[in-house]
């Protein structure tokens, strides 16, 4: 499914230290990134179904076994209830089927989505199952980060639009005085800033929706943790703000999940410290 940018997402957008970690530490770090995430247990995908099968709209981050993350950008039904039709939204956590643009309803056994609970100013969507997931050495959630984030933080996101070749992709915190510049009061608003990545193209990942990681220090080997879920690009060019243009100096500003643990443990019905990492991130 191409998406492009419209007017209405347009309106949604306006409704609302250095490293001391050890060498040693840096290259385990590195070896998260390419062996224990590229399992990816705890990405999900958002599928619309509807009498023309099941359609994906975004990814969803797995943080309980009945509760998931994704943007509320992606998850607006209006558009796709105009192009597939009515339906409804589902869950798929099985295998490379999780990034299919398109299934038939027969390929797979979705999860029933109990509510959706929109937060447009953050940006963000808690997804609730009807059924909690079975978790296996498959499907397990990822722990929510409640630390600072400092501005060397080493940060990776998944790309799930493309998630063959090398879909992990390193993101570098913006410069605060530009990053203030083009969303005020960011930081206050419990945002991360970044710079545009390689390959970035505005039209073809507004919606968000991926998983941000970090890596919290948990002794001698760091843990990946949830940090944010990707979010909206600003730009300084009208056409890219619309979507008649590509603007790869966008800076992406992005939910922290860490300061909504509380109402994200509350859909859930956990204790949140159950769900969430405090450790220092490295």
Not at 18 to 24: E, G, R, T
Request: hydrophobic letters at 40%; glycine letters at 8%.
């Amino acid at each position: 499914m191409t998406r492009r940018l419209t007017g209405l997402f347009v309106a949604f957008l306006l409704a609302c230290v250095p490293n001391v970690l050890a060498q040693d530490v840096t290259t385990q770090q590195q070896k998260i990134v390419s062996s224990n995430l590229a399992s990816t247990k705890f990405i999900a995908g958002l599928f619309w179904s509807s009498s023309t099968g099941l359609h994906r709209r975004c990814a969803a981050t797995i943080v309980a076994n009945n509760v998931l993350l994704t943007s509320a950008s992606c998850a607006l039904d209006k558009y796709p209830n105009l192009a597939f039709g009515p339906g409804q939204w589902v869950v798929v956590t099985s295998g490379d089927s999780r990034f299919s643009q398109n299934l038939t309803a027969s390929a797979v056994q979705p999860s029933a989505v109990k509510s959706v609970d929109i937060d447009q100013c953050a940006n963000l969507a808690t997804i609730t199952l009807t059924t909690p997931l079975v978790l296996s050495d498959t499907i397990k959630p990822i722990l929510m980060n409640t630390a600072q984030v400092p501005p060397t933080a080493m940060l990776n996101t998944y790309n799930t639009s493309n998630p063959y070749g090398s879909p992990f992709l390193a993101l570098t915190q913006g410069n605060q005085q530009q990053c203030e510049t083009m969303k005020p009061q960011f930081a206050q608003d419990k945002f991360i800033c970044t710079q545009p990545v390689q390959g970035q193209f505005i039209t073809s990942d507004y919606l968000g929706g991926d998983p941000i990681i970090g890596f919290s220090v948990q002794g001698a080997t760091p843990v990946a943790v949830l940090v944010g879920i990707t979010g909206q690009f600003y730009s300084t060019l009208v056409n890219a703000q619309n979507g008649g243009i590509n603007d790869p100096t966008a800076f992406r500003f992005s939910a922290l999940v860490g300061s909504r643990v509380s109402q994200i443990a509350s859909t859930a019905g956990v204790d949140a410290l159950t769900l969430t990492s405090a450790n220092p991130l490295g």
